[in-house]
């Protein structure tokens, strides 16, 4: 079979390891990144950035210092003009999204919040005049705006956000006041240096009475000499854990007007005297949520891919001890712990890309079931996303360490491009919802469905990833095939759901309220949330490649990676499956012999498989990962980009360092 990643001059490990494959590496590319055209326009586009040197980095971005970085991607910035017209002349988004995470990669850049954020908050909050009047302008990037909800005080209970909008008739503005230092908006991307726009959180409040946190789009800067308009003050936060060409900052107000129609009135509305409408479909803010975490989950899953690409790469070309004496040093990823750690972060990445893929479909069904008049899909929906955009955020995040720390000593090193890529990923386990309450929130739907069961009435609303709530399960399990896994933790995810329902009754049955209750019960929440998530990834991923068209030999491998998954998902959850003695320990154990049979099979492929996730360099941001594999000479190289290099010796040497070893020696000597 093929692998197209073979080039002459390439690593010989890394050729041998391709010469192996048994499937067409392009076919799978094109499975996993969704379609033909996405992987021509993928590569078409990365040539183009390769072709255009004025978009290069002056040197690995590692090498800057903070506001470097912030100017070099400003700079890059501004080119885009001159750019997008000719690599996306039909503005596709996707092909966008990809154009601006070659240039800029994925630490930040001064558009980021603007096309995440703020353009679809104008397109799913204005009204239509407001979007005949602000879209076109954001689309063309005539200002530069974010999203400020997150306060000092307050950013998952946004009930208790303090940054007020008072309307005021007699002028008919909102007066936009930050009355505590815990109001001061603290976190958002992009708006510390570079938004002179920002669409704002705040409780409105009108004739007296408070409605609550509501947008509004607020001009914080003047939009030609870019200062801070009077009553606004704002900047960057500082450094953080990553992502630090982002100017996340903070944002305070001291009764700074704008006019009533700056707040979005798609939903809610502020009449010129004052009165407030309420908006007809309040979960329709919801939808967006979902429509957000639904990318994010493919975001999330090609990190993974990323990651496992570097760490398998360079598995493969790192020699690590003598297993026959000598025959040689062996590729450290030979040993089975190494194929353990890393394999499995493959057969990850591709449940959650097809997870996020589903929700993607189901949003869609949501879209229209909205056209018909019905939301009814809208809680189990929310439901799984904020379920998935947690355990999927939050696995990512350890497969990603995990590939780490089996690239040994390189793998701490910028050069690996896995400590900057941990950093970024990671934040995603606070925004879009902190990662716990996710959890908590898609327990709340489970906890309906147990109600319904134990109340042996009839549920509201059923469907594929529910229906199993409503099923006995064999008494005996079975995991010899992913089917029976799947049933396996289908029956530990009802378990589980049934007893956070009893302890939570069995709180409120001493006489503590609903929400004492709720916070007593947590933990078992968190552990019902998490089980049902994990049996909706395996039901996706199994149907995925059950219904696939692909060529029997990679049918095969796909095969093997869905097997590797569901018996890692297993074994992980193996306490909860033994529990009750639905699983038996010999069960756990014909599970872990599938792992190690799907690792043996699977490691000859394990170079092409990650070729065919099909991330380019300036994706893998790796000195280690490289296609060609030749990494320990461009090791050398990279570390040469070091500012400490340009001088032999530093210019301030004699004065500390130098200086306290002659004074030792003086001091020796004179001891003589
Ligand atoms: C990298 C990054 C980028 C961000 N970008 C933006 C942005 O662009 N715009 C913006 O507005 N904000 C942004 N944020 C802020 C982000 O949305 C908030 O940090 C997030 O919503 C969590 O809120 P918090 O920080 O107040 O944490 P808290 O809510 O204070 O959480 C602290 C702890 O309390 C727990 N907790 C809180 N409530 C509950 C509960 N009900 N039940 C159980 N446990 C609970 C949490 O699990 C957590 O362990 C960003 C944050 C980060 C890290």
């Given amino acids: 079979m093929v692998n197209s990643y073979i080039q002459p001059g390439d690593n010989p490990d890394l050729t041998a390891e391709r010469r192996q494959a048994t499937f067409d590496t392009e076919e799978l590319t094109v499975l996993f990144q969704g379609s033909a055209r996405s992987v021509k ?6 040539d183009y950035y390769q072709r255009s040197p004025d978009l290069q980095d002056p040197v690995p971005v590692d090498f800057l210092d903070r506001v470097e970085k912030y100017e070099n991607a400003q700079r890059k910035m501004a080119l885009l003009t001159k750019h997008v017209p000719k690599v996306v002349p039909d503005g596709n988004f996707e092909d966008l999204m990809n154009f601006f995470s070659t240039v800029f990669q994925q630490d930040g850049f001064p558009l980021g919040l603007h096309n995440s954020m703020l353009i679809p908050t104008i397109e799913n909050n204005a009204d239509d005049e407001q979007k005949r009047e602000w879209l076109p302008k954001a689309r063309a990037n005539a200002f530069i705006g974010t999203y400020a909800q997150t306060e000092l005080g307050h950013g998952t209970n946004l009930r208790k956000l303090e940054t007020t909008a008072t309307y005021d008739p007699n002028t008919e503005e909102f007066v936009l006041h930050s009355p505590t230092v815990t109001a001061s908006k603290w976190w958002p991307g992009n708006l510390g240096k570079s938004s002179n726009f920002t669409v704002v959180v705040a409780r409105l409040i009108s004739k007296g009475k408070d409605y609550g946190p509501h947008p509004f789009f607020v001009q914080i800067r003047d939009p030609v000499t870019h200062k801070s308009v009077p009553g606004v003050t704002v900047g960057d936060i500082g450094p953080k854990f990553g992502i630090n060409t982002n100017d996340n900052g903070f944002l305070r107000f001291d009764h700074l007007r704008i006019p009533r129609r700056n707040m979005f009135m798609k939903n809610a509305k502020v009449q010129p005297d004052g009165t407030y409408i309420p908006p007809v479909h309040d979960k329709l803010a919801y939808g967006s949520m979902v429509y957000v975490r639904s990318f994010m989950i493919r975001g999330m899953a090609h990190h993974l891919a990323q990651a496992a690409t570097v760490a398998i790469r360079y598995s493969a070309i790192r020699r690590q001890g003598e297993v026959t004496p000598g025959a040689g040093e062996v590729q450290v990823l030979d040993y089975q712990t190494q194929q353990y750690r890393l394999l499995p972060q493959v057969a990850r990445a591709w449940a959650f890309e097809i997870a996020g893929r589903y929700t993607r479909y189901l949003y869609q069904e949501f879209l229209s079931g909205i056209d018909k008049g019905s939301a009814a899909i809208l809680p189990e929906l929310h439901a799984v996303t ?17 590939s780490r720390m089996a690239c040994g000593g390189h793998g701490y090193s910028a050069a690996s491009g896995l400590p900057q890529l941990y950093g970024i990923v990671v934040g995603g386990c606070t925004y879009e919802g902190e990662n716990m309450v996710m959890l908590l929130q898609c327990a ?13 009435v009839a549920p509201g609303f059923k469907s594929e990833a529910t229906a199993y709530f409503f099923v006995n399960s064999a008494s ?10 799947l049933a396996a933790l289908e029956h530990a995810s009802r378990r589980l759901t049934l007893l956070a329902y009893d302890r939570l009754e069995a709180i409120k049955a001493t006489g503590k309220s609903h929400n004492i209750a709720w916070t007593e019960a947590g933990v078992d929440l968190r552990r019902a949330a998490t089980a049902h998530t994990r049996t909706f990834i395996v039901r996706q991923f199994i149907e995925f490649v059950k219904t696939v068209k692909a060529t029997p030999a990679t049918k095969a491998v796909l095969e093997d990676l869905l097997k590797l998954y569901v018996y890692y998902e297993v074994i992980e959850a193996d306490g909860d ?21 799907a690792l043996r099979r699977l490691r000859p492929n394990a170079v092409s498989l990650v070729d065919a996730f099909d991330f380019n360099e300036r994706e893998l941001n790796s000195v280690i990962g490289r296609r060609d594999g030749h990494v320990y000479e461009n090791l050398l190289k990279w570390a040469q980009n070091s500012p400490l290099n340009k001088n032999d010796v530093l210019p301030f040497h004699h004065k500390y360092l130098g200086k306290a070893m002659i004074d030792a020696q003086d001091g020796l000597f004179s001891k003589l």
Avoid: M, W
């Avoid at 326009?41 to 990365?46: A, F």
């Avoid at 709340?444 to 042996?456: E, N, T, Y």
């Fill in 386 to 402: 904020s379920g998935l955009k947690s355990l999927v955020t939050h696995h990512v995040c350890l497969g990603i360490e995990q």
């Fill in 41 to 46: 326009r993928r590569r078409e586009i990365y």
């Fill in 444 to 456: 709340r739907f489970l906890v309906k469905i147990a109600a319904a069961i134990r109340k042996g």
């Fill in 476 to 485: 005996n399990g079975n995991v010899s095939t992913p089917s029976g896994a």
């Fill in 577 to 597: 499956l033994l529990f009750d003695g639905h699983l038996k320990g010999a069960d756990i154990e014909a599970a872990r012999v599938q792992i190690y049979e």
